[in-house]
């Protein structure tokens, strides 16, 4: 993948998910690592969309006749919530399909800056050093990312909210888009609300869960599933000892009481108008 340490390639990757308990003894299934062993096998898929009209979208997952795609849901620092539209868009796309999403590159704010290297222990391509005690950013390394902003502890390093992100969701629901492209009806989602924590699973640690687990939802509209699990996670009180800082009431956005600054929701309203899904749906107990 994208990313360095023990999923830089697909055997240190396979290696990752037995150690995580995902080998065949246990699902019943190979592993796949499905953009190859260095990342290269690839398809292009046209979408024809604002961002993209074409994405690149790992080999073996084009190939697949149809998918089952198991996402756990959860917060995210940039795009608010992680659930199958991001999971479909970041878990299919190879390196340079990954990269072309993450095109928002984070900076530093020099007078906040104690040059305490945190940041530069995280970054994941060494793009960050610490000179005369301020953190710097080679953008041309970045890969944004966002770790570097996440473990900063004098929130020093930002991005631009009001240009970036809006664009990053976008890009990802246009991945996301291509990914399933041709495979209409023969794709099936669920969505794990199990141990909802504030950030994105990537992270090399967890925090305390945000609401009370929920449940597994299931579906076949990528769109209408998250809509769903974000309405479910809203509607739960909030847990007075996690990272929510607001918003501990039921019906109130956790993801912007933990993430002020980022509308997650803005992935449904744009799947919705590139006609990935519905952001409707009707909640079956079984
Ligand atoms: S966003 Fe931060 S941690 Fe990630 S690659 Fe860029 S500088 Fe490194
Ligand atoms: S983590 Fe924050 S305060 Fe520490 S060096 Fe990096 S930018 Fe500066």
Redesign the pocket.
Known sequence: TLYMGARSNAVEHIGTAISHGFDYAVAGAPVIIADGLNGKNIRMVKIAKKHFDEVSIAGDIAAADSMIVLSHFKGHIVSGFGGAIKNLAMGCAPPDGKRAQHNA??FTIPEKCTGCAS?MK????D??TVKKKKSV?DHE?????????HVCPEHA?EIDWETEIPQFMERMVEYAYGAVKGKEKKVGYMNFLIRITPDCDCFPYSDAPIVPDIGILASKDPVAIDAASFDLVNQQQGYADSLLTAHHHPGEDKFTGVHEQTDGYRQVRYAVEIGMGSSKYELIRI
Do not use: D, S
């Open positions: 590159r984070p940041c995280v970054c994941p391509k793009a960050i950013i390394l970045c890969i944004g990312c966002f770790e570097c902003m390093i």
